[in-house]
């Protein structure tokens, strides 16, 4: 276990399960993810996050590396994603993953969320 890792409880749960309906990311009018399958990822008092799988994505070509990552002691390392939803936009670090994360969270890997000051994220019905 990494010396930093810490895992979650009641002082500070986390908890992942299936979002049970549509998921759907926008830029604007542009549709950059939908999903029936995304998780819902709730950490202590936060909001819920809905993430989706890699496949969700409309088309990866608007995915463009980020060299910024964060550190959770809960998660783990954080990669990011710059959003090019249509030429001449870009969303930094729009998108975020983990890539690895902590066993506590595992149901993440390979899944990717919107920060939503940038991504319009509605869960429909």
């Known amino acids: 276990m990494d010396p930093g890792q810490k895992i979650p409880g009641p002082d500070r749960p986390i908890t992942v399960e ?64 710059t959003l090019v939803p249509t030429e001449g936009t870009e969303l930094v670090d729009a998108v975020w993953t983990y890539r690895t994360p902590y066993d506590a969270v595992a149901e993440i890997a390979g899944h990717v969320a919107f920060y939503p000051d940038k991504v319009e994220v509605s869960v429909e019905p």
């Open 18 to 81: 299936p979002t049970g309906t549509r998921v759907v990311a926008r830029v604007g009018d542009r549709v950059v993810a939908d999903t029936t399958s995304a998780l819902t990822l709730q950490e202590a008092s936060y909001s819920p996050i809905d993430v989706g799988e890699w496949d969700v994505l409309h088309r990866r070509e608007m995915l463009r590396d980020s060299a910024t990552t964060t550190y959770c002691p809960y998660k783990g390392e954080a990669g990011y994603y």
